[in-house]
């Protein structure tokens, strides 16, 4: 009789803890628990097979594709960044689709980012194409194997003002705009950048008289707004710890440039920061160029030295304020791409031939301008255009940017994607962005949004209507029309308000 009594008061206890436990679960259903893992392999083989007489280049660092891999409620994207200088759009559909087959998800999902350092492979004719494939897939499959559970996003945004990048333009003058592409001759207080001596040299290249180099005094200062912004995404782990990060900075990785320094491989100053990054929170790290089309490092000198002055500079930044990270849930996963059908500027030609005739066209009235001060002006605007129909000879020669259906058809699909893990958004764009096309981009979102170029294939500089009339170098490898750059901004603000 008692046992009885008990098995009925057992049985009793056990079906109403049943019922609330079913009641809780009607009233809040349990939130899935997103999955991240990342994985860092050196892909430096990919580009020796294709290039064996970069064997006797210095390696300052082993070139890298690091891959992050995350999943939630039935969603997953996989983003790979890759230590090269930049992919043409026509190499990125086989790396995305070796790694969708891997990962069985669909290629939209895959994403390549480039460091857009350049100490590494420009074009598809300098790295191994089946190499860096397998290499891909197998950084792809360790951050899915190694993906545990994350429920939250960790933020932090530091403003280094101008102490590790500058906006290497300068203000328009009487001479336009000129581009300062290295600290040489160049005076770094901290404070300005004089390039004065950098600018006689082109001037001198251009023809000028020595009268006329020498009575071009500076400063000439590159005193445009910079876009100063270091940002860091964290997933921790749910068990401690943290299963991977991206972090974001915009400057061309130049200071040990193969061009500037000596023949070299190497990550630049991407390397040591991702490094330090990796050993302080445990985990590999991903780095993501900003939009660096009109922006440099703030270097001094150039060599190994100076990058790690930069890279550790920039990661002590970031761990001097670790405890002011934000912390969102990891309650979505979004993703979402948009394609932008884009039309060229008018003065790229219809073809080969005839950008290889306007620029000896170019170069014939160079030659023909009369020295003199009052000339430098003219001079340097014929040199650029030579350059620019140059450079366009050889994209219509099937050369990087563009496919020779899109030269023919004078427009190119360029696509913008974005993803939000939770409230934080990454925004993508394809090709070498100007800042000034993505201000206010950051505070476009009700969370931090982080914004990305070198994504998913290059398509030279992307420039605006502004900087494309005041000229500098950037123009001479800017092939879309500034509308076309218009439209790629709207079409990620209608990304980001398609989330919100």
């Known amino acids: 009789m008692q046992f009885s009594r008990l098995r009925s008061m057992v049985l009793m206890t056990f079906l109403g803890t049943l019922w609330i436990g079913l009641g809780r679960t009607a009233e809040q259903p349990e939130r899935p628990t997103a999955q991240v893992g990342a994985h860092s392999v050196a892909i430096t083989e990919a580009l020796l097979k294709a290039r064996p007489d970069w ?43 070796a790694v969708a087959r891997a990962l069985k998800m669909r290629p939209a999902c895959v994403h390549v980012f480039c460091s857009h350092t350049h100490s590494s492979s420009m074009d598809d004719t300098q790295h191994d194409a089946q190499t860096l494939a397998a290499l891909s897939v197998a950084a792809a ?121 000596k023949p070299n491989l190497g990550r630049d100053y991407p390397g040591p920061l991702c490094d330090r990054l990796a050993r302080e929170f445990g985990c590999p790290i991903l780095f993501l160029q900003g939009p660096c089309g009109d922006h440099r490092a703030r270097h001094r000198q150039v060599g190994l030295a100076e990058r790690d002055r930069i890279g550790q500079g920039l990661a002590n930044a970031l761990l001097a304020r670790s405890a002011q990270m934000s912390t969102f849930p990891f309650d979505r996963l979004e993703h979402g791409c948009r394609t932008v059908q884009c039309p060229l500027r008018q003065a790229v030609p219809d073809s080969e031939e005839e950008a290889a005739r306007l620029a000896r066209q170019a170069g014939e009235r160079l030659e023909q301008v009369p020295p003199g001060a009052d000339q430098l002006r003219q001079r340097k605007d014929l040199a650029e255009q030579r350059s620019f129909y140059r450079n366009a000879a050889q994209v219509l020669a099937g050369a990087s940017y563009l496919t020779r259906d899109e030269a023919e058809n004078r427009s190119a699909p360029l696509t913008v994607s974005h993803i939000a893990f939770g409230r934080v958004h990454l925004l993508n764009f394809p090709g070498e962005l100007f800042s000034t096309v993505t201000t206010g981009l950051e505070e476009a979102a009700e969370g931090p949004t982080v914004v990305v170029s070198f994504a998913d294939g290059v398509a030279g500089y992307l420039v605006p209507h502004d900087d494309l009339i005041q000229g500098g170098y950037e123009s001479t490898w800017a092939l879309f029309a500034p509308e076309s750059i218009a439209a790629l901004r709207t079409t990620a603000l209608e990304l980001l308000h398609a989330t919100d």
Request: charged share 25%; aromatic share 8%.
């Open 141 to 261: 499959r360790q951050a899915r194997e190694r993906a545990v559970p994350v429920d939250s996003v960790r933020f932090l945004r530091v403003d280094t003002g101008k102490q590790f990048n500058i906006n290497r333009r300068t203000t328009h003058g009487p001479l336009g705009t000129w581009c300062l592409m290295q600290s040489r001759g160049c005076v770094d207080n901290g404070q300005t950048v004089d390039g004065t001596q950098w600018v006689r040299d082109k001037l001198t290249a251009y023809g000028a008289t020595r009268e006329d180099v020498a009575s071009f005094t500076g400063p000439l200062a590159a005193t445009r707004a910079n876009d100063p912004c270091l940002d860091l995404v964290l997933f921790p782990q749910v068990d401690g710890g943290y299963a991977g990060g991206l972090v974001r900075f915009t400057a061309h990785p130049v200071i040990c440039s193969a061009g500037y320094w």
């Open 55 to 97: 064997r006797q280049r210095l390696l300052a660092d082993d070139l890298r594709v690091t891959a992050l891999y995350a999943r939630y409620a039935g969603e997953a994207v996989c983003l790979l960044a890759y230590d090269v200088c930049e992919m043409t759009r026509r190499e990125i559909p086989p790396l995305q689709n």
